[in-house]
């Protein structure tokens, strides 16, 4: 059974850090990219941030870029989002997907191109809510 479980979300002031947990079972890790999607209520769902654990090669959305940090133990199957400086913008639920890559397309080229519908799996979501 394939599985994306997210772990890590809570309630947090701004200026503070997250780290997010995405544990992955189910399937050939290395094969595929992870990419991290955020939505926020009455808005579109947003990727944030893709690694691919072929070469471990990462990218970011530039509203994210600087603060956000994604990485990835192989050897856990666990892909991380680390969130420095949060800001009430923040607010969301986030979410991990799978899709997979065998290092075929490059990290940009995923997390800007490719439309979520598109990920093979998906985890349920941790909400991420950032006060003032």
């Known amino acids: 059974e394939v599985q994306l479980v997210e772990s890590g979300g809570g309630l947090v002031q701004a200026g503070g850090t997250l780290r997010l947990s995405c544990a992955a079972s189910?399937?050939?890790?290395?094969?595929?990219?992870i990419g991290w999607f955020r939505q926020a209520p009455g808005k579109e769902r947003e990727g944030v941030s893709c690694?691919?654990?072929?070469?471990?090669?990462?990218d970011y959305a530039d509203s994210v870029k600087g603060r956000f940090t994604i990485s990835s133990d192989n050897a856990k199957n666990t892909v991380y989002l680390q969130i420095n400086s949060l800001k009430p913008e923040d607010t969301a639920v986030y979410y991990c997907?799978?899709?997979?890559?065998?290092?075929?397309?490059?990290?940009?080229?995923?997390?800007?191109?490719?439309?979520?519908?598109?990920?093979?799996?998906w985890g349920q979501g941790t909400q991420v809510t950032v006060s003032s």
């Open positions: 997907a799978a899709i997979l890559n065998k290092g075929h397309s490059d990290t940009a080229t995923i997390l800007r191109t490719i439309p979520f519908w598109s990920y093979d799996y």
């Open positions: 189910g399937f050939t890790f290395d094969d595929y990219a």
């Open positions: 690694i691919d654990n072929t070469d471990g090669s990462a």
